[in-house]
C-alpha cells in the first residue's frame, strides 16, 4: 500500500490547492496597542495607554482614508477619570504607506464628522491622540497642551486562514520531500549491499566447482603421475617403470 508521503512530486501543486482552497477570510479588525507619556499640564507625569482598531477593508496602500462615519471598530483607554471607547471616542482618519502598513491616524473625542481634524476645546475636556503626539486640553487654566513625544504603537496581527493554509501546505511538501529523499537513499544502500554480496560470494567459491565446469566444457583435469585410470589400469608412465 502507498504511503500518503508518497506525494513529494506533487508537492508544489498540493500547496496551491491548500491556498486556493482557503476560503476568503472575511473582512477582520486590525488591532494597534498604544502608550504615550503626558509630559505637561495637570494630567502630567503619565502613561495613557490603550488600544484601537479598525476594519481591515479600509487599508488603502499609498492612500489617507478618512470617512463621514466613525472608523473604529473598537477602543480602550482611560484619561482624567474616563473611560472612553468607541462610543465616545472617534477614529477620524488613517494613512497607509505604499506596503499597505499603517503610518498615520487621528483619534479624539470631538471630530466632526466629515472633516480630517478634531477639535481641542478648552471650554471642555478634550484629547486628540496621533501618530505624532496626545494632545489635551484643561478647563482650569483654559489651555491646550501639546505632547512633545510620539506614542508607541505596536499591532496585534494575527495569520489570516490562507496564510495558515500555506504554512500547512509547506509542512506536508517538507515532509513529503523529506521522506521521498530517505527511501531513495534506502534503496540506494539496499543496491550496494546485495552487489558487495555477490562480489563475496565470487572470490570465496569452491574449487571444486571449477573442476566440474573444466570436465563439462571438455577439459580433463590433469592426473598426478602413479595414479590408475579410470578402467583400473597402471598408467603407461608405471608400465615402463
Known amino acids: 500500500m502507498k504511503s500518503w508521503l508518497s506525494v513529494a512530486p506533487f508537492a508544489p501543486l498540493l500547496v496551491a490547492l491548500l491556498a486556493g482552497a482557503a476560503p476568503h477570510a472575511a473582512a477582520s479588525p486590525l488591532t494597534y496597542d498604544f502608550s504615550v507619556a503626558v509630559d505637561g499640564g495637570p494630567a502630567?507625569?503619565?502613561t495613557v495607554s490603550g488600544w484601537f482598531s479598525f476594519d481591515d477593508a479600509l487599508v488603502q496602500p499609498g492612500q489617507v482614508v478618512d470617512?463621514?462615519?466613525n472608523l473604529l471598530s473598537s477602543f480602550a483607554m482611560d484619561f482624567m477619570g474616563t473611560h472612553y471607547d468607541?462610543?465616545?471616542a472617534w477614529l477620524q482618519a488613517l494613512s497607509f504607506d505604499a506596503g499597505g502598513a499603517l503610518s498615520g491616524f487621528l483619534i479624539g473625542n470631538d471630530c466632526p464628522a466629515g472633516e480630517i481634524f478634531c477639535r481641542l476645546d478648552t471650554t471642555k475636556s478634550t484629547w486628540t491622540l496621533s501618530a505624532l503626539a496626545f494632545n489635551y486640553t484643561s478647563?482650569?487654566?483654559p489651555k491646550v497642551w501639546l505632547g512633545t513625544e510620539a506614542p508607541v504603537v505596536a499591532s496585534r496581527t494575527v495569520p489570516e486562514p490562507s496564510s495558515w493554509a500555506?504554512?500547512?501546505g509547506g509542512l506536508v511538501a517538507g515532509l513529503a520531500l523529506r521522506r521521498s529523499?530517505?527511501?531513495s537513499r534506502s534503496v540506494v544502500?539496499?543496491?550496494g549491499h546485495?552487489?558487495?554480496s555477490i562480489a563475496r560470494r565470487r572470490s570465496q567459491r569452491p574449487r571444486g566447482l571449477v573442476r566440474l565446469r573444466q570436465r563439462a566444457g571438455g577439459i580433463a583435469p590433469r592426473r598426478p603421475a602413479g595414479l590408475a585410470a579410470p578402467d583400473g589400469r597402471a598408467s603407461a608412465l608405471c608400465r615402463r617403470r
Open 166 to 168: 500555506l504554512a500547512l
Open 189 to 191: 544502500e539496499r543496491q
Open 139 to 141: 478647563t482650569s487654566p
Open 86 to 88: 468607541a462610543g465616545n
Open 44 to 46: 502630567a507625569p503619565q
Open 181 to 183: 529523499v530517505g527511501r
Open 67 to 69: 470617512a463621514a462615519a
Open 194 to 196: 546485495a552487489l558487495r
